[in-house]
Structure formats: C-alpha cells, structure tokens
Nanobody, 115 residues
C-alpha cells in the first residue's frame, strides 16, 4: 500500500507564499518522478510542476519563476509557491510515478489566494 500525504495548504493574500509538502510511504519501489497537479473550481486538472529521480524539473508556464519544486532523500516532495495570485486558487494534488509504471495521487490540499 502506497500513501501520499500532503500538507501546507491554506489561505493566503495575493503576493504571499506557501510551501506544500508531500510525504510518500509504503511499498515504494524505484521512483521515476514526483510532482504536483492542481484543479481549480470548474476547471480540469493541470500539471503544475514535476521532478524526476535525476533532479530534472518542469513547470507549467503559469507558475514559472514563482514556484519551485524540490525533493529530499526521504521521498518527500515540496512545492514552494511565491508571489501567489488569485488564479492559483485550487486543490493541489501530489503525484508519484514509479518505474514499474504505477502512478499514485494524494488526497489533495486546498490553496486559496484572496484578499
């Protein structure tokens, strides 16, 4: 059983910052990549950022220069979000892709950016 547990969401004013964390546990074989998706009300889910086992990163154009994804040696992935905008309001989901092809998602954490 694989579990991804997110934390760090909340309410912040425009221009503020939040740091999301996602800890993976359970029967984890080799990890190929980890990342974050988000889904805003009435919209589809979109990729926010990803990081491979080799450390390569990719970002949605809408968050480049504002968000930073990182990962530690204990299978925890982070998303540092700066200069937050109301359009960043969404439920953020952590995801993990293993080398065996299986992908897992966390339960999601709400981020609300509003004045």
């Amino acid at each position: 059983q694989v579990q991804l547990v997110e934390s760090g969401g909340g309410y912040v004013q425009p221009g503020g910052s939040l740091r999301l964390s996602c800890a993976a546990s359970g029967s984890i074989s080799s990890i190929r990549a980890m990342g974050w998706d988000r889904q805003a009300p009435g919209k589809g889910r979109e990729l926010v950022a990803g990081i491979t086992s080799g450390g390569s990163t990719n970002y949605a154009d809408s968050v480049k220069g504002r968000f930073t994804i990182s990962r530690d040696a204990k299978n925890t992935v982070y998303l540092q979000m700066n200069s937050l905008k109301p359009d960043d309001t969404a439920v953020y989901y952590c995801n993990m892709l293993l080398t065996n092809g299986f992908r897992y998602w966390g339960q999601g954490t709400q981020v609300t950016v509003s004045s």
